[in-house]
């Protein structure tokens, strides 16, 4: 494991759904897990330079928090690994961007979709059937992209239907809603490794490259999350 895909790993498994941890917290963490503290400050030194987290100081005490588009990654990690999928209704999402264009972008948005349970058909051509549709709209508008989407079924009580999704078609300027990150009333307070939290890591860790590398400042609409992932 990696330093900087580690403190991903803590966020998703230990800090979420809070979005920022005290430095201590997590040197103490990351010590634990065999990393020295001054490979840590430098993991979280080049992650605050590529906008991914951002120092803050509370008081006397230092904390890192997650940029909006790494914290919305967080959020569709922890859905993948732990929230339950919905019963399948027999339908499905076809997703059909127009783009990204550049190569290693496409690459990431193409891992982005599987986070989100896309399989890819062939290029620009994505089928899911139990994406969820809120979080298809919120990463075509991280990316800008406008997409002819649409839903159906195969099974459906032994009949086809199609429609198109969402139900109004984006016009040349619209784009979708980004999701507004909420953090808990209570805040995160640190604590020890749990029994098993190696194991855990490892597990999460497996899901870090789909989020690699940034996102070109022009695939990110404004206002909103910036284009920033985690590597």
């Known amino acids: 494991m990696r330093a900087r895909s580690t403190i991903f790993t803590l966020f998703v498994e230990h800090v979420y759904p809070e979005r920022r941890a005290p430095l201590k917290a997590l040197i103490a963490m990351m010590e634990a897990l065999g990393f020295s503290e001054a490979a840590v400050r430098a993991a979280l030194s080049r992650s605050a330079r590529r906008g991914w987290v951002a120092p803050e100081r509370r008081g006397r005490v230092v904390h890192y928090a997650l940029s909006d588009r790494v914290f919305w990654q967080v959020r569709q990690v922890r859905r993948r690994l732990y929230e339950p999928l919905p019963p399948w209704d027999g339908s499905f999402l076809l997703v059909l961007p127009e783009g990204p264009r550049e190569r290693g972008e496409r690459e990431r948005f193409r891992r982005e979709m599987a986070l989100l349970g896309y399989g ?14 809120r979080a298809t709209e919120e990463l075509l508008g991280f990316y800008g992209l406008l997409s002819p989407s649409l839903r159906g079924g195969l099974w459906a009580r032994g009949r086809s239907f199609s429609g198109p999704f969402p139900s109004r078609p984006p016009g040349p300027t619209t784009r979708a809603s980004p999701w507004k990150p909420t953090s808990p009333k209570t805040p995160w307070r640190p604590s020890g490794p749990s029994p098993g939290w190696p194991t855990r890591c490892a597990r999460s860790s497996s899901w870090t490259p789909f989020c690699r590398r940034p996102s070109s400042p022009r695939a990110s609409p404004a206002p909103g999350p910036g284009g920033a992932s985690w590597s």
Do not use: R
């Not at 899911?128 to 549709?133: E, K, L, R, T, Y």
């Open 120 to 133: 890819s058909l062939q290029s620009g051509v994505y089928l899911g059937a139990s994406a969820d549709p």
